[in-house]
Nanobody, 121 residues
């Protein structure tokens, strides 16, 4: 089992940047693929990025590809989400999760509590 705590959310203007962090507890962090999801007001939680256990492979949803970068530091038990060129539609609560793939979808097995990101126009 792994416990996750996100940080780094806040309020920024459109076009700005934020870096989210997700700190994990436990010695098994490096054995999990990690992902980021977000949930906008009135919408379902949506997957946006995944990174493999080693960090060598990344996957992105089309809505964030080219603007967001997921990375991890296994020595620090931390996964990051660098978000650039932010848009008002990126406003959401962002969650990190230990993930697995199931029938072509990324599924979160362990979740953080979420961090609010608000982009003003």
């Amino acid at each position: 089992q792994v416990q996750l705590v996100e940080s780094g959310g806040g309020l920024v203007q459109a076009g700005g940047s934020l870096r989210l962090s997700c700190a994990a507890s436990g010695r098994t962090f490096s054995s999990y693929a990690m992902g980021w999801f977000r949930q906008a007001p009135g919408k379902e939680r949506a997957w946006i990025a995944t990174i493999s256990t080693s960090g060598a492979t990344t996957y992105y949803a089309g809505s964030v590809k080219g603007r967001f970068t997921i990375s991890r530091d296994n020595a620090k038990n931390t996964v990051y989400l660098q978000m650039n060129t932010l848009k008002p539609e990126d406003t959401a609560v962002y969650f990190c999760a230990a993930v697995r793939v199931d029938v072509g979808r990324w599924i979160g097995d362990y979740w953080g509590q979420g961090t609010q990101v608000t982009i003003s126009s």
